[in-house]
């Protein structure tokens, strides 16, 4: 092989060594894995009941967040380094679940949509923050702490609302992301 052949292909491989070994490879397809897996569960339940942020939407924001974190790490970046990327985030986060709250002309002026859904993405980022950090137990948990919110909540308080609450509320019986401001 030529000179510059060669060159080429061991330019290639410096660009694609960042990881190192099986163990790395195996740790960082494991973590990515996760925050997709536990984002498209939470997004599921979204897009089954209707809502603007489906699978996709927190599939990405679970795996985007556990890369942002992920990669410094194994780039050897210290914790206040790590803490700026994680304020970064939740920052960015915040800036989409803003896109998803709705108050406008098909609302009355007493309902804001989209809170839940925003609040939703933010604790799906979250999790994958924490699936990028290696701590899978604890995006597992929160996932299904999250999922039982989205589920459960809902039916608990439709139990208790009085028949005038859903008279005056009905998005309210289904589990809807209408609340008064």
């Not at 290639?12 to 973590?31: G, K, M, N, P, Y």
């Not at 990669?71 to 380094?81: E, T, Y």
């Not at 679940?97 to 799906?124: P, R, Y």
């Not at 005056?168 to 401001?181: A, F, I, L, Q, V």
């Amino acid at each position: 092989m030529n000179a510059w052949w060669q060159e080429v292909v061991e330019t290639l491989r410096s660009e694609f060594s960042d990881i190192t070994d099986a163990s790395q490879l195996t740790r960082v397809t494991v973590r990515l894995v996760i925050a997709a897996v536990l984002g498209g569960i939470l997004g599921f339940e979204r897009e089954h009941k209707g809502k603007a942020a489906g699978v996709r939407t927190h599939m990405l924001v679970c795996m985007g967040a556990a890369l942002f974190v992920l990669v410094p790490r194994l780039a050897g970046a210290d914790d206040a380094a790590l803490s700026r990327v994680v304020q970064g985030i939740v920052a960015g986060i915040g800036f989409l679940g803003a896109g998803t709250i709705l108050k406008g002309d098909k609302l009355s002026t007493h309902q804001v949509k989209g809170l839940t859904t925003a609040a939703g993405l933010w604790m799906t980022a979250a999790i994958g923050i924490a699936a990028g950090m290696g701590r899978e137990t604890t995006a597992v948990l929160s996932t299904i702490l999250a999922l039982g919110i989205f589920s459960l909540v809902p039916l608990i308080v439709e139990r208790f609302d009085s028949p005038q609450e859903k008279e005056k509320d009905p998005e309210r019986n289904t589990g809807g992301d209408s609340h008064p401001p």
